[in-house]
T-cell receptor, first 115, second 114 residues
Framework: AQSVTQLGSHVSVSEGALVLLRCNYSSSVPPYLFWYVQYPNQGLQLLLK??????LVKGINGFEAEFKKSETSFHLTKPSAHMSDAAEYFCAVTPIYNQGGKLIFGQGTELSVKP | EPEVTQTPSHQVTQMGQEVILRCVPI?????FYWYRQILGQKVEFLVS????????KSEIFDDQFSVERPDGSNFTLKIRSTKLEDSAMYFC????????????FGPGTRLTVL
C-alpha cells in the first residue's frame, strides 16, 4: 500500500536559515505529491503540488519542492525561514490510478523558528 | 475568497450517542472528502464523495459512519454510536477535480467522546 514518510517530527531553525523538510513516498509509479501547511487552529492549506510537470515546483510563501524519482523523495525547502513559517507541515500523495482522489498523509513535521 | 466551513468547531458527546458533523464545501466543487486526525497522529482519509455517491472509503469508515449531501450546499458526516476512539479532529475538504486536484480544507471539528 502507498505510504508517505516524513523524517523528523520536529524541526527547529533560526530565522533566516534554510528550511528543509523531508518527505519520501513508497510507490513504483510516481504519485501526485503535495505539501500542506497547518497553522494553529486552522485547516490545512496547500503549499504546492507535483502532478508530473516540472520536477522543481514553486509554491506559496517562498517554498519550493523538488521531485526526485530516483530517491522517491519530495523534500520541501525555503532559503530563508521567517517567524511566520512556524507551523505543522504535511506531505501527502494521491496514487495516479486512484479515482476518488484521496490524500495519503505523512506524520507531519512541526517547524519551529527561533529569533 | 471562497472557503470550506465546518460546524460546530467543537462537539462534546457521550459514548453511544449519535453526532452529525456539518460542512459547507466551496460552491462549485464536485468532490467532497472527510478526514480525521487523532491527537498526535497523522491525518487519515475516511471517505470521498462524488455525484451523490461514495467514491471510496477507508477501513475506518465502517457501518457506524455515513455521509450525506442533504441539499445543494451541506455535506455531513454522521457517526451513529460514538466510541471513545472516535475522539479526533474531523476535517472536511472539497475540490473541483479528483485525482491531482487541490483539496481545500475546512478548519475542522474537534469531537470529544466521553
Amino acid at each position: 500500500a502507498q505510504s508517505v514518510t516524513q523524517l523528523g517530527s520536529h524541526v527547529s531553525v533560526s530565522e533566516g536559515a534554510l528550511v528543509l523538510l523531508r518527505c519520501n513516498y513508497s510507490s513504483s509509479v510516481p504519485p501526485y505529491l503535495f505539501w500542506y501547511v497547518q497553522y494553529p487552529n486552522q485547516g490545512l492549506q496547500l503549499l504546492l503540488k507535483y502532478t508530473s510537470a516540472a520536477t522543481l515546483v514553486k509554491g506559496i510563501n517562498g517554498f519550493e519542492a523538488e521531485f526526485k524519482k530516483s530517491e522517491t523523495s519530495f523534500h520541501l525547502t525555503k532559503p530563508s525561514a521567517h517567524m511566520s513559517d512556524a507551523a505543522e507541515y504535511f506531505c501527502a500523495v494521491t496514487p495516479i490510478y486512484n479515482q476518488g482522489g484521496k490524500l495519503i498523509f505523512g506524520q507531519g513535521t512541526e517547524l519551529s523558528v527561533k529569533p | 475568497e471562497p472557503e470550506v466551513t465546518q460546524t460546530p468547531s467543537h462537539q462534546v458527546t457521550q459514548m453511544g450517542q449519535e453526532v452529525i458533523l456539518r460542512c459547507v464545501p466551496i460552491s462549485n466543487h464536485l468532490y467532497f472528502y472527510w478526514y480525521r486526525q487523532i491527537l498526535g497522529q497523522k491525518v487519515e482519509f475516511l471517505v470521498s464523495f462524488y455525484n451523490n455517491e461514495i467514491s471510496e472509503k477507508s477501513e475506518i469508515f465502517d457501518d457506524q459512519f455515513s455521509v450525506e449531501r442533504p441539499d445543494g450546499s451541506n455535506f455531513t458526516l454522521k457517526i451513529r454510536s460514538t466510541k471513545l476512539e472516535d475522539s479526533a479532529m474531523y476535517f472536511c475538504a472539497s475540490s473541483e477535480a479528483s485525482v491531482g486536484g487541490e483539496q481545500f480544507f475546512g478548519p475542522g471539528t474537534r469531537l470529544t467522546v466521553l
